[in-house]
């Protein structure tokens, strides 16, 4: 994991090497950092930190991915975390009862990729044998972006109806 200082942050400093279901341990993570750190935040601040962690994922995503071997390892929940703090950032305030319909829908977006989140997630496979590159590193994280746009989109849905 400290073979390269990216490996740290695609791992979600640990969270992904979590035996069991390692994007929803880098969600709930992410849930945990977004509730201790938003508060000192102003809307631009936390939506620079967003940006620039989305960036920073990329990269780390990539170097990663090539360091693995793999496209999209599963070990890789930077995305998760990057996404769902979107999400969180754009449904607050929410009640903890709010932001836990959030999570959910979320990892079940992640997980079960419908629709244009299975889209996304191909978009940017690799050929087989081929060195992950830059479009694989985004793909790990365009995918997730999708997904939490998905939960953003049926949140939304959810308090118009």
Do not use: N, Y
Request: with cysteine.
């Amino acid at each position: 994991m400290f073979s390269h200082p990216a490996h740290p942050i695609a791992l979600g400093f640990g969270c992904g090497l979590a035996p069991w279901a390692p994007g929803t341990v880098g969600t709930l993570w992410a849930w945990l950092m977004f509730l201790l750190f938003r508060p000192d935040l102003s809307d631009l601040g936390a939506g620079l930190v967003i940006g620039a962690a989305a960036l920073l994922g990329w990269w780390a995503s990539t170097v990663t991915a090539r360091a693995l071997r793999s496209g999209d390892p599963g070990c890789i929940v930077i995305d998760e975390i990057v996404a769902f703090w979107l999400v969180l950032w754009l449904v607050t305030p929410a009640g903890l009862g709010a932001q836990a319909v959030a999570f959910v829908l979320f990892r079940w977006f992640d997980a079960a990729k419908p629709g244009p989140v299975a889209w996304a997630d191909r978009f940017f496979e690799g050929r087989r044998g081929e060195a992950p590159g830059w479009p694989q590193g985004f793909g790990v994280m365009f995918d997730d972006l999708v997904a939490a746009g998905c939960t953003l989109l049926a949140i939304a849905l959810w308090r118009w109806w």
